[in-house]
């Protein structure tokens, strides 16, 4: 009888130990989590590789773009900051996702390149087609015409067409020939409209590439940049473009894009083609 009564009360124990663990457990990892947390008004940055962890409790934003702005190597130019205090918890985040979670809108300033790091412009791209080397100032040019893509960052599109136009010259010009083949269209749109006035090659491949992308902005397409009126300025002026590649704007004569037909329709008629 001892026996029975010593094992239930044994049971009874262990059945109630597991729950005890369980509680205490709770409020330990609850203890630990609050002594983790920043104090009011403060949080805690860290950074590791591109990923960024932001832990928050009603800090200052200013202050937390302020070390944000600090922890990044290169250049980053923010938009107005909101006056507001944030309370977050992001975990192993990129940058583009911490700020914008935060509701930060930045643009890159990338450095330009030490004058040790200029190559030869033959030298540039035989390194890169034989041993898979892409020099730094290559690097540069390439992070430039990336920003011009149609993404959420205000800003970082038109610093980068400024840039570019800028400082054109031959290795601008194949980066940018390269890139009116750009998935995104607002980079097609970009590249064209530095190229439009600026080409001056005979390489078929470049001139319809160009040429391919200039008649896509004849399109209704809302683009930031004059690239209609900029388009048929030069087509006005330079007839042969139309001449040349007659088929490709007669192929837009049944386009979707109304504006697009009227606007292939009107050069050819001006260049003598009624057919």
């Given at each position: 009888?001892?026996e ?10 262990n ?19 609050s ?6 008004g ?16 009603r800090?200052?934003l200013?202050?937390?773009?302020d070390?944000?702005?600090r ?6 130019r ?9 309370t977050?918890?992001?975990p192993?985040?990129?940058l583009e996702?911490l ?5 930060v ?10 004058p ?12 890169e087609?034989?041993?898979?080397i ?15 893509e149609d993404?959420?960052m ?5 610093a ?7 400082n054109y010259?031959?290795?601008v ?6 890139a009116l ?6 980079v ?5 409209h530095?190229?439009i ?17 200039i008649?896509?902005?004849l ?18 002026q330079?007839?042969?473009w139309?001449n040349?590649?007659k088929?490709?704007?007669?192929e ?22 009624t057919?």
């Amino acid at each position: 009888m001892i026996e029975k009564q010593s094992f239930g009360q044994g049971v009874r124990e262990n059945v109630k130990n597991p729950v005890l663990i369980f509680c205490a457990s709770m409020l330990l990892a609850a203890a630990t989590a609050s002594a983790q947390r920043p104090q009011p008004g403060a949080f805690r940055l860290q950074r590791n590789g591109d990923r960024f962890s932001l832990e928050a409790n009603r800090a200052p934003l200013a202050d937390v773009v302020d070390a944000i702005s600090r922890s990044v190597s290169s250049g980053i130019r923010f938009g107005e900051v909101p006056d507001k205090a944030v309370t977050a918890h992001y975990p192993n985040v990129t940058l583009e996702q911490l700020l914008e979670r935060l509701g930060v809108s930045f643009v890159l300033i990338y450095q330009r390149p030490e004058p040790h790091l200029k190559y030869e412009l033959t030298d540039a791209w035989l390194m890169e087609e034989a041993v898979g080397i892409v020099p730094a100032h290559i690097q540069f040019i390439r992070s430039w015409i990336k920003n011009m893509e149609d993404d959420y960052m205000y800003g970082n599109a038109t610093a980068a067409l400024n840039w570019l136009c800028s400082n054109y010259g031959p290795e601008v010009e194949r980066e940018l020939i390269d890139a009116l083949t750009s998935d995104d269209w607002q980079v097609r749109q970009y590249a064209a409209h530095i190229l439009i006035d600026r080409y001056s090659g005979n390489d078929p491949v470049a001139k319809e590439r160009l040429i391919k992308a200039i008649i896509e902005g004849l399109r209704d397409d809302g683009a930031d940049i004059p690239n209609q009126r900029t388009a048929l300025s030069y087509l006005f002026q330079h007839p042969e473009w139309v001449n040349d590649y007659k088929a490709l704007f007669a192929e837009k004569l049944h386009s979707d894009d109304r504006q697009q037909r009227l606007l292939c329709a009107a050069l050819l008629a001006i260049n003598g083609r009624t057919e």
